[in-house]
């Protein structure tokens, strides 16, 4: 019998998942969800074709973590945003909002980290 200590396998099979990472794991996934349910309002609904469209994107991008991502994610809620404030549709303004300010907190900085200055200057 091999003890768990002296395999890697089994010591890295006993590693539970950190609670960090299923916390980004949940917040991506809500995230996406949210953009899926306004994708599917916004094409079918409100007729807003480019907005629709573009909620799918971003969500991918969010849920592959690609390091633009977070940058999408922002100009993506703060078009919501200004549509909601100029449209008087406050639930849609506050909603976009609210995922702005949930893209602050720590845990998304961890699943998101922000670039680095040099990476900010280079094309994509």
């Not at 953009?35 to 969500?59: E, F, K, Q, T």
Request: net charge positive; proline share 7%; glycine share 8%.
């Amino acid at each position: 019998m091999t003890l768990r200590w002296l395999s890697p396998t089994l010591r890295a099979m006993s590693q539970p998942v950190s609670s960090s990472r299923r916390g980004e794991r949940v917040l991506a996934l809500g995230l996406a969800l949210a953009l899926a349910g306004y994708a599917a309002y916004a094409l079918g609904i409100g007729h807003w074709w480019v907005s629709g469209a573009a909620a799918p994107v971003v969500a991918a991008l969010l849920l592959a973590r690609h390091r633009r991502a977070r940058f999408s994610a922002y100009v993506f809620f703060s078009v919501v945003v200004l549509r909601g404030m100029l449209t008087g549709w406050w639930m849609l303004a506050g909603g976009a909002a609210a995922a702005i300010l949930l893209l602050q907190t720590p845990l998304a900085l961890r699943a998101w980290p922000r670039l680095p200055t040099p990476a900010r200057m280079t094309p994509p």
